[in-house]
């Protein structure tokens, strides 16, 4: 769970109290969700951090932001010396980091020509977290990439998961499992899902309504390393009674098991499998 968000951040190139990175409260990044964020594991390993898949985040990060038209000057390298910085001002502890583009300035209207503002945050966060959850199938649809781009982390997307989540845990649940326009499986608020199915993984293809996790992608990694059979495919509720178990995967989440999606019971902590995948994992975060 998390933890202390701590109280110097990096913003737009030095590390400052995190007041200072405060927008306007006219800011039309508050008002709209327009904003890019992404969110970074660095894993403390005795004397050192494990920052996993950095290059790959940050490059994500600065996509997405150019693609809204957030574009901001500093580089990748940039922003890995700021995120440095920031890990070695902070307590020895491991961090889930979060980098945000934002427009501060206190302007309703927006234009192009306004100055992007930059932060990253790191907030004191468990790690190995295996306690499994119960989620349920949401009401709310899945957002369609035909009209956001789901690849990119936008911030005002995220309505779709918050709406999701909330309802999940006002009926009991921890999670929600969405459907896309069609009826097919698509992921949970905020992570991929995989279906345990015998000696196979089996996840939903990638569509226009399914994000391109950087957590997916590792697994995919291990299985093909390890010899395990990775099937993407369209899926729909039906397949959810037909597999052993299911977990989610996600940077902040990391592997997480699910003891149901309801009315599903798993036993997935437990299956083989997933042990397997997960023991592979720590292995990568404990480097």
Not at 2 to 28: F, K, Y
Not at 76 to 89: K, N, R, V
Not at 233 to 238: E, K, M, P, V, W
Request: aromatic share 8%; net charge negative; proline share 5%.
């Amino acid at each position: 769970m998390l933890g202390r968000l701590q109280p110097l951040v990096w913003h737009n190139g030095d590390l400052v109290p995190r007041e200072q990175a405060d927008p306007s409260i006219a800011s039309h990044s508050l008002h709209l969700g327009i904003g890019v964020f992404d969110g970074i594991m660095a894993y403390r390993n005795l004397d050192h951090y494990y920052v996993h898949r950095l290059a790959a985040h940050l490059d994500r990060f600065r996509h997405s932001a150019q693609q809204i038209g957030l574009g901001f000057s500093w580089t990748t390298e940039d922003l890995t010396s700021g995120i440095h910085a920031l890990l070695a001002a902070s307590p020895a502890r491991t961090y889930y980091l979060r980098p945000i583009a934002y427009r501060g300035v206190p302007h309703l209207n927006f234009r192009d020509e306004m100055p992007v503002e930059v932060s990253i945050l790191a907030v004191e966060i468990d790690r190995d977290r295996i306690q499994s959850i119960a989620c349920h199938i949401s009401p709310y649809q899945r957002i369609s990439g035909e009209a956001v781009p789901i690849n990119l982390k936008l911030c005002g997307t995220y309505i779709n998961s918050y709406l999701s989540r909330r309802t999940a845990e006002q009926q009991g649940f921890q999670d929600a499992v969405l459907l896309d326009a069609e009826g097919r499986i698509t992921e949970a608020t905020a992570a991929n899902l995989f279906l345990l199915q015998g000696d196979r993984l089996v996840t939903p293809a990638l569509t226009s309504s399914i994000f391109p996790g950087i957590t997916r992608a590792t697994i995919f990694e291990i299985c093909d390393r390890i010899g395990i059979e990775v099937i993407k495919a369209d899926l729909s509720i039906a397949d959810l009674a037909a597999c052993e178990g299911a977990f989610l995967a996600a940077t902040m989440i990391e592997l997480k098991p699910l003891s149901a999606i309801h009315p599903h019971p798993y036993d997935s902590a437990h299956h083989p499998l997933f042990q397997r995948v997960l023991k592979e994992f720590h292995e990568i975060t404990h480097q």
